[in-house]
């Protein structure tokens, strides 16, 4: 399997400290069935700052350890790069990192209370330069539960979306589980990424989350989102349903 999201480069932000811990989280993907990672460290969040070279070059380390200790999990460089309003001029300056450095494909991360009034300029402008931006964890972004029309205006437009696999489990809260559903059911969701941190809280439940979309969903289901993140790593369009509006009569169970 194909880890779209995961924060394992050690000291960077709030994932592995070091080295030690970086290979705990690698046995332990390993051990869940996952053979690829991208490496994807927050950036621009108000708290870390990951610069494109920075990461490449700690991912071709990594890379080296992970041989040099025989463990059979390949790093893919990539930023959560915090959305913010001169996100275009950061491309342009050559400081943005699309996952494995494709030009094809970024995180792309809101605040977790709101959905920036500019964010809809930023996807029309990506999309623009061909960079297809997946919006990660929309179903933790209390703006967007309280209103999921603006995730499917967002999704008509060519924005994609990652949801984490502990939403799916529930690990966040009832609510948003729910919601992580809602958004499976109306095509609103194109991945599920683990958004591991380590091996404690935050750990690689892909295959758990999978395991839960194929009960609900039905075994097709749980394959596209596995497919769809083979197509991402090979820099490939992904064939994407339409998206249906989540109707109101819905959201009165939060």
């Known amino acids: 399997m194909i880890d779209l999201h995961c924060h394992i480069l050690p000291g960077v932000d709030d994932g592995p400290p070091d080295e030690v811990e970086v290979l705990k989280m690698a046995n332990a993907a390993v051990e869940a069935g996952i053979t690829h990672v991208f490496a994807t460290p927050h950036h621009l969040n108000g708290r870390f700052e990951n610069s494109k070279?920075?990461?490449?070059?700690?991912?071709?380390?990594?890379?080296?350890?992970?041989?040099?200790?025989n463990i059979p999990l390949t790093v893919h460089p990539g930023q959560e790069l915090r959305i913010h309003q001169e996100l275009l001029h950061s491309l342009d300056r050559n400081e943005v990192l699309t996952l494995d450095n494709k030009g094809s494909y970024l995180l792309l991360e809101l605040p977790t209370g709101e959905v920036p009034t500019y964010t809809h300029d930023v996807?029309?402008?990506?999309?623009?330069?061909?960079?297809?931006?997946?919006?990660?964890?929309?179903?933790?972004?209390?703006?967007?539960i309280e209103n999921p029309e603006l995730l499917y205006n967002l999704v008509q437009e060519g924005a994609l979306t990652q949801i984490t696999s502990g939403s799916i489990l529930g690990q966040f809260s009832k609510?948003?589980?729910?919601?992580?559903?809602?958004?499976?059911?109306?095509?609103?969701?194109?991945?599920?990424?683990?958004?591991?941190?380590?091996?404690?809280?935050?750990?690689?439940?892909?295959q758990q989350a999978l395991n839960s979309v194929t009960a609900k969903f039905g075994k097709q289901t749980a394959y596209h989102f596995v497919e769809n993140a083979q197509l991402v790593m090979l820099g490939q369009s992904l064939y994407v349903k339409q998206p249906v509006q989540i109707r109101k009569r819905f959201m009165g169970i939060f």
């Open 123 to 144: 996807v029309y402008e990506l999309l623009l330069k061909e960079i297809t931006p997946i919006i990660v964890h929309p179903e933790r972004n209390r703006e967007i």
């Open 53 to 69: 070279v920075e990461i490449i070059d700690s991912v071709i380390r990594i890379n080296n350890l992970f041989r040099s200790e």
């Open 175 to 206: 609510k948003v589980k729910t919601f992580s559903e809602r958004l499976i059911e109306h095509h609103l969701a194109h991945f599920i990424a683990s958004d591991a941190h380590n091996v404690r809280t935050r750990g690689f439940s892909l």
